[in-house]
């Protein structure tokens, strides 16, 4: 079946570094790429996403870029704040019987940014 | 505008106890969904419905478990009775229109302890 699969965390950071979190996905068709972040103590949030190949998408200055050929969508940042410490969830939609194009989410990546 | 409302934000309960969580979706929305966090098993997605009707709730531990949506601004995800090994973070989101590409909206969750 469709699947995700992200990097371990945690990634622990000094302020202003670049950030890469792997996202990789297994899925029939053409899904819709998601990328989720989830301050502490709150619910999750769409930080970015993309709906067909080679579509980049970007937010915060936060961007990942939708590859089909590596099935990959590789989460970026070229400088992390403190702020920015977080747990990062790849996320791919998937059509399915039901009507609804089914969030299918990775295990999350923890990122620990210091300053 | 107000976000997907859950309550309560924090519960403890004793084994046995029947427990029972809150939704209020944001206004609009037609789906409805809940999902579970745990260490052990990331986010998974319990039930979710559309337009009020349950339409997929294979996500659903056990017998346990039950939920309803009697109108269109309320659910609930009642356990009964509770074990230790319920004890998660307990997340309702929304959603509208079936050809959307997967943004949810999440409430702040709840937090269940069961002892």
């Known amino acids: 079946g469709d699947s995700v699969t992200q990097m371990e965390g945690p990634v622990t950071l000094s302020e202003e570094a670049f950030l890469t979190i792997n996202c990789t996905y297994t899925a029939t068709g053409y899904p819709s790429l998601f990328w989720y972040v989830q301050y502490p103590g709150e619910g999750l949030q769409l930080l970015l996403k993309?709906?067909?190949?080679?579509d980049k998408g970007s937010n915060k200055g936060f961007e990942a870029t939708y590859r089909k050929e590596t099935t990959s969508f590789h989460l970026e940042k070229g400088s992390v704040q403190v702020s920015d410490s977080a747990v990062y969830f790849c996320?791919?939609?998937?059509?399915?019987?039901?009507?609804?194009?089914?969030?299918?989410f990775g295990a999350g990546t923890r990122l620990a940014v210091h300053p | 505008d107000a976000g997907v409302i859950q309550s309560p934000r924090h519960e403890v309960t004793e084994m046995g106890q029947e427990v029972t969580l809150r939704c209020k979706p944001i206004s609009g929305h037609d789906y409805l969904f809940w999902y579970r966090q745990t260490m052990m098993r990331g986010l998974e997605l319990l039930i979710y419905?559309?337009?009020?009707?349950?339409?997929?709730d294979s996500g659903m531990p056990e017998d346990r478990f039950s939920a309803k949506m009697p109108n269109a601004s309320f659910s609930t995800l009642k356990i009964q009775p509770s074990e230790p090994r319920d004890s998660a973070v307990y997340f309702c989101?929304?959603?509208?229109?079936?050809?959307?590409?997967?943004?949810?909206?999440f409430g702040e969750g709840s937090r269940l302890t069961v002892l």
């Open positions: 419905f559309n337009n009020n009707v349950p339409i997929d």
């Open positions: 989101a929304s959603s509208f229109n079936r050809v959307n590409t997967g943004e949810l909206f």
């Open positions: 996320a791919l939609s998937t059509f399915f019987s039901g009507g609804y194009n089914k969030l299918i």
């Open positions: 993309a709906t067909k190949a080679d």
